[in-house]
């Protein structure tokens, strides 16, 4: 018997994800946007154990190939740059970097942030205010403007780039948390769990945090993108990543002094980004309305109007 009721959540679990896979195929938009990021962070991951060689080593003969070229063999279908080195290698290579610098910033913004909204919007008082006011403090510079005079007096670096990133991302955490929490405190079930003796840390861990993480997660994937191109453009600008280290920031960077003689240097390498990003925020925008009950009757609304036309 207890086998089958700690079967029911499993159940129940796994019907969520099968009615969550389901909304996602039947949107066209959406899949294309998770199957391009799924080809990405699979390049991304595997590609530079087998291409960091030709993203890095010289060769001034291929200086500036031009792209679209089978000849030199298919390393170089996209070119070469200023110092005959691949540039699909070095587009393949860079995301390593570029993805590292934006998931190891979002990840500490969620936890640092969810953790602060999260304290300040279930104890309140002048945990709360101060929470908030160091979160005003943040968002009265421009993200931009801040990270720039900070990189410019501490130096650029991977770990000071990681930093300002993170710390330029708090505020919208700690906000969005902390007024998703001011809502959970006062359900039924969280009043009940207090008056039958559950203590402050029980009750966050237990029932409230749970319900906060799709909000949380949903908002990191929204932010993602933001920080790939905030990271990109400390890179091009001279202040994020520094040589040998390279990302596509950095190369549009290099590329751009070329663009009248080799325009894919900076061409290409953009292209990576605008794809990136653009995939990231058409599926971050379908998971946060698929995750909102009150929204996902326009998924359903639209799916209902594709069958419907004619073929």
């Given at each position: 018997m207890s086998d089958l009721v700690s079967e029911q959540p499993v159940a129940v679990e796994r019907g969520k994800v099968a009615a969550f896979m389901g909304m996602?195929?039947?949107?066209?938009?959406?899949?294309?946007?998770?199957?391009?990021?799924?080809?990405?962070?699979?390049?991304?991951?595997?590609?530079?154990?087998?291409?960091?060689?030709?993203?890095?080593?010289?060769?001034?003969?291929?200086?500036?190939?031009?792209?679209?070229?089978?000849?030199?063999?298919?390393i170089y279908v996209l070119g070469a740059d200023n110092l005959g080195r691949s540039m699909l290698a070095r587009i393949i290579v860079g995301a390593?970097?570029?993805?590292?610098?934006?998931?190891?910033?979002?990840?500490?913004?969620?936890?640092?942030g969810g953790a602060l909204g999260v304290i300040a919007g279930y104890f309140g008082g002048w945990t709360s205010t101060i929470t908030l006011r160091l979160a005003d403090v943040i968002f009265s510079f421009p993200a931009l403007l801040f990270a720039l005079i900070v990189l410019y007096i501490v130096g650029p670096s991977v770990t000071n780039v990681i930093a300002i990133l993170a710390v330029g991302g708090l505020p919208h955490y700690i906000r969005v948390t902390r007024s998703e929490v001011l809502e959970l405190?006062?359900?039924?079930?969280?009043?009940?769990?207090?008056?039958?003796?559950?203590?402050?840390?029980?009750?966050?861990?237990?029932?409230?945090?749970?319900?906060v993480l799709p909000t949380i997660i949903t908002l990191g994937?929204?932010?993602?993108?933001?920080?790939?191109?905030?990271?990109?453009?400390l890179s091009f600008l001279g202040?994020?990543?520094?040589?040998?280290?390279?990302?596509?920031?950095?190369?549009?960077?290099?590329?751009?002094?070329?663009?009248?003689?080799?325009?894919?240097?900076?061409?290409?390498?953009?292209?990576?980004i605008i794809i990136t990003t653009l995939s990231m925020n058409?599926?971050?925008?379908?998971?946060?309305?698929?995750?909102?009950?009150?929204?996902?009757?326009r998924l359903q609304l639209s799916h209902t109007r594709n069958r419907r036309l004619p073929k």
């Open positions: 996602l195929f039947k949107d066209p938009f959406a899949v294309t946007a998770a199957a391009i990021l799924i080809i990405i962070f699979l390049f991304a991951i595997i590609g530079p154990l087998i291409l960091t060689g030709e993203a890095t080593s010289m060769n001034l003969k291929m200086r500036n190939l031009p792209p679209f070229s089978l000849d030199r063999g298919w390593r970097t570029t993805f590292t610098i934006a998931l190891c910033a979002v990840s500490l913004s969620m936890v640092a405190r006062q359900r039924n079930y969280v009043n009940a769990a207090r008056a039958i003796g559950a203590g402050g840390p029980r009750i966050l861990l237990r029932h409230i945090v749970p319900l994937a929204l932010d993602f993108s933001g920080v790939v191109l905030a990271e990109s453009g202040l994020g990543v520094q040589p040998p280290d390279f990302t596509w920031g950095a190369m549009v960077s290099s590329g751009r002094n070329y663009l009248q003689t080799a325009w894919w240097l900076a061409f290409f390498p953009g292209l990576a058409i599926l971050a925008h379908w998971a946060r309305t698929a995750a909102d009950p009150q929204q996902r009757w």
